[in-house]
């Protein structure tokens, strides 16, 4: 159901910078997104997706969740969303090139426009990341539509 929504109609970002392929889940609380790591990938170095690459990974995993909640569930546009704070940041390693990386964010509370997360990245049952975030939503007359 979710996978078969262009994940352009969830965010702001525009190629190269979209970091997630698909929304594979969503409910109020937990959200997931996959990304292929392709060698094109403008965040790839050596085989590898950088640690910036996985931080806007995740980033924009919280981005198509608030995404699918501003255009589905409230009917407005996809507001401009902020990266307020990356914290405990564990990068088990980096995933390679022909990976694919399935990352879950968990709210952890919201207040007002910020939404505190933590986030889990996996390639298959392994997990190779974990962190929390903090994402800050513009103002309601920001939007990408």
């Keep these: 159901m979710y996978t078969d929504i262009d994940i352009l109609s969830l965010l702001p970002q525009r190629p190269p910078f979209?970091?997630?392929?698909?929304l594979t889940?969503?409910?109020?609380?937990q959200s997931?997104?996959?990304?292929?790591?392709r060698p094109d990938n403008v965040f790839c170095e050596k085989g590898e997706l950088a640690?910036?690459?996985?931080?806007?990974?995740?980033?924009?995993?919280?981005?198509?969740?608030?995404?699918?909640y501003?255009?589905?569930i409230l009917k407005t546009?996809?507001?401009l969303g902020f990266i307020g704070e990356v914290k405990n940041l564990n990068i088990l390693r980096l995933p390679r090139v022909g990976e694919q990386i399935e990352t879950t964010v968990t709210v952890v509370q919201?207040?007002?426009?910020?939404?505190?997360v933590s986030a889990e990245v996996r390639v298959g049952a392994e997990v190779i990341a974990t962190t929390g975030m903090k994402?800050?939503?513009?103002a309601q007359g920001a939007t990408t539509d």
């Design 18 to 22: 979209v970091m997630v392929d698909k």
């Design 25 to 29: 889940d969503y409910s109020e609380t």
């Design 32 to 37: 997931s997104c996959t990304l292929a790591v």
């Design 51 to 68: 640690a910036a690459g996985l931080i806007e990974h995740i980033a924009q995993t919280c981005a198509a969740r608030l995404g699918y």
């Design 70 to 72: 501003n255009k589905y």
């Design 77 to 79: 546009g996809v507001r």
């Design 110 to 116: 919201e207040i007002f426009d910020v939404t505190l």
């Design 135 to 138: 994402i800050a939503q513009g």
